[in-house]
């Protein structure tokens, strides 16, 4: 039930056992659109439903908001008072045919390539593309690589990862390491890292990065290479003076670079580093709550006596709902020491997702009590702890099935 899923579009998400997920909103206030703005937004949708590759209406409904244009493809979404550019809006974030894409890096603006770049990468998850359509938004991806902004270019090799055979990666990624923009660099970074290899060339520039940096995407790009290559290697892969930049960042002013901290210190063999250990407590009180969530859930391979403290500090006491699930399914995660709590959070806890996660580490945990435990929960008064109550009591029982 612990994921983590990172999309080609470099956004990344990690949805807990409780089904907490943090979608993102963006509400636009203020008046209706400009009245010439409004005649040429009806224009552009009235001839999309004629042309739907026209890039000059396609041109006009992406520049009514162009924050949308890099949020294609993530749970984040835009939406407003004036039901005219709510439409607009709509058309912006749909899924849209492949004629469309073509035109966009073919004919298209730097915004309209990279808008394309990432409709792409989000076909690619919903169901892709068959063989020929492939072969018609290729030259374009290829192009938007060498021709665009740099950021574009960034994204272009997101998207040509995304759509390469797995044999051709690696290849096609370390062919971009010299005479680049940072921003490509990033791109590459991140697609290099799910190999899970650590590669001397992106060594130096990360240590680099990770010492001076300041751009958020450069830094975000950095730890995501720690947490798949570095954090899954050997303990004598990770010294302590490699843990200290990581001090630096998690006071860094953007909270997604502070996530992302949280994110590369979160491997088993980093647990044992008590640097980052540190690092990781501190977080679980940063001003921003997902932040905090985040630093908890990295906690769940470092069982200390500090670490348990301060975890049923957050539980007894906390600013969210969200925390102290978190805080209750790692505590269950450290075993069976912290059962009676765990219990306790399963039967009587206000909160149904507090509850629900409280079923799920009593499962791991694994003992008769926690069995007991769950075949209580069963008849939670909330439907969805029953259904992972009945769910991990399936599990137990297979388990303990097997054991002599």
């Known amino acids: ?56 209406a396609i041109e006009v409904l992406l520049s009514v908001e162009p924050q949308v244009v890099k949020t294609v493809g993530t749970n984040q979404h835009f939406s407003g008072n004036d039901p005219l550019r709510n439409e607009a809006l709509q058309w912006c974030q749909t899924l849209q045919p492949v004629e469309v894409l073509v035109a966009c890096l073919d004919k298209g603006s730097d915004a309209a390539i990279h808008w394309a770049l990432r409709q792409i990468v989000w076909r690619s998850s919903n169901g892709g593309f068959d063989e020929k359509s492939q072969a018609r938004l290729m030259p374009g991806i290829e192009k938007a690589l060498v021709k665009s902004a740099p950021a574009t270019r960034a994204q272009a090799v997101r998207t040509l990862v995304n759509c390469l055979p797995s044999e051709r990666r690696l290849s096609f990624l370390k062919g971009l390491l010299k005479d680049q923009p940072d921003e490509v660099i990033a791109a590459v970074i991140e697609g290099l890292a799910p190999i899970h290899e650590i590669i001397p060339e992106i060594e130096v520039i990360v240590s680099k990065w990770l010492k001076t940096a300041e751009d958020p995407m450069l830094l975000n790009a950095c730890c995501s290479y720690w947490w798949l290559a570095k954090g899954r290697q050997s303990e004598a892969a990770v010294n302590a003076d490699e843990i200290a930049p990581f001090e630096r960042l998690a006071a860094h002013a953007d909270a997604t670079v502070r996530g992302s901290v949280t994110r590369a210190l979160s491997g088993e063999t980093i647990a044992d580093q008590p640097r980052a250990v540190a690092i990781l407590l501190r977080l679980t009180s940063d001003k921003d709550s997902l932040v905090q969530w985040h630093a908890v859930r990295s906690l769940r391979h470092a069982n200390t006596l500090e670490v348990n403290a301060r975890l049923r500090e957050i539980f007894a006491a906390p600013p969210s709902l969200d925390l102290r699930a978190a805080a209750i399914e790692v505590l269950g995660v450290f075993g069976k020491e912290n059962l009676p709590l765990l219990v306790e959070a399963a039967k009587t806890d206000p909160e149904p997702g507090v509850r629900q996660n409280a079923v799920y580490a009593l499962r791991m945990i694994g003992t008769p009590e926690a069995g007991a435990a769950l075949e209580v929960a069963v008849k939670d008064a909330d439907a969805n702890v029953q259904r992972e109550a009945r769910e991990q009591l399936e599990w137990y029982r297979k388990e303990h099935s097997k054991k002599p």
């Open 1 to 56: 039930m612990l994921g983590v899923c990172i999309s080609a579009c470099g956004v990344v998400f990690y949805p807990g056992p409780a089904g907490i997920t943090f979608a993102g909103g963006f509400f636009i206030n203020g008046a209706v659109l400009e009245p010439a703005m409004q005649e040429k937004v009806k224009a552009a949708l009235l001839k999309l439903k004629e042309a739907p590759a026209d890039i000059a």
